[in-house]
């Protein structure tokens, strides 16, 4: 039986909901940034780099415990030939010309988990992954999981 206060309590979850999702997509990045390469050489040869292999990755939203659906944070760990993994994910404010960044596996906290694998074999670049993530952002239109199902494309 649907309660009377059904119509006011349903949309004032959904409200919360969306502001819990809102914000944890906002606060990711942040505009602090910290740099596991910053010297221009590094970064091209990051960038030039041949992917052997990627895990398409998905964890709970900060400060959730849960992931349900598109209610997730998404992105593609790269395998290249020297064995290094680098995350390639994007989100609002993450990085400063562009919103998809590359940061080194090892910050990846465990709540991580693959969905899918893709041998590549160096057919693709690093570069090839961080152009299909794209440059802008936007929670509706342009958010993480839009920019990882290009980069798995």
């Avoid at 914000?23 to 990051?46: A, E, I, N, V």
């Avoid at 160096?122 to 990882?148: E, M, P, Q, R, W």
């Amino acid at each position: 039986m649907i309660s009377t206060r059904t119509p006011i309590i349903l949309p004032a979850l959904l409200a919360i909901l969306v502001l819990q999702v809102e914000s944890s997509f906002l606060g990711g990045g942040g505009g602090s940034y910290s740099y596991d390469l910053s010297k221009r050489s590094d970064l091209t040869k990051l960038y030039n780099s041949k992917v052997l292999e990627a895990d398409r990755m998905r964890r709970p939203l900060e400060g959730m415990s849960f992931q349900l659906g598109l209610i997730s944070h998404s992105g593609v760990r790269v395998t290249l030939a020297d064995g290094t993994q680098w995350l390639v994910h994007k989100g609002d404010r993450y990085g400063i010309s562009s919103q998809t960044v590359v940061v080194d596996a090892r910050h990846m906290s465990r709540d991580w988990k693959i969905v899918e694998t893709k041998n590549f074999r160096g057919s693709k670049t690093v570069s090839d992954f961080v152009k299909a993530g794209g440059t802008d952002y936007s929670l509706i239109f342009d958010n993480c999981h839009d920019g990882a199902g290009r980069m798995w494309d």
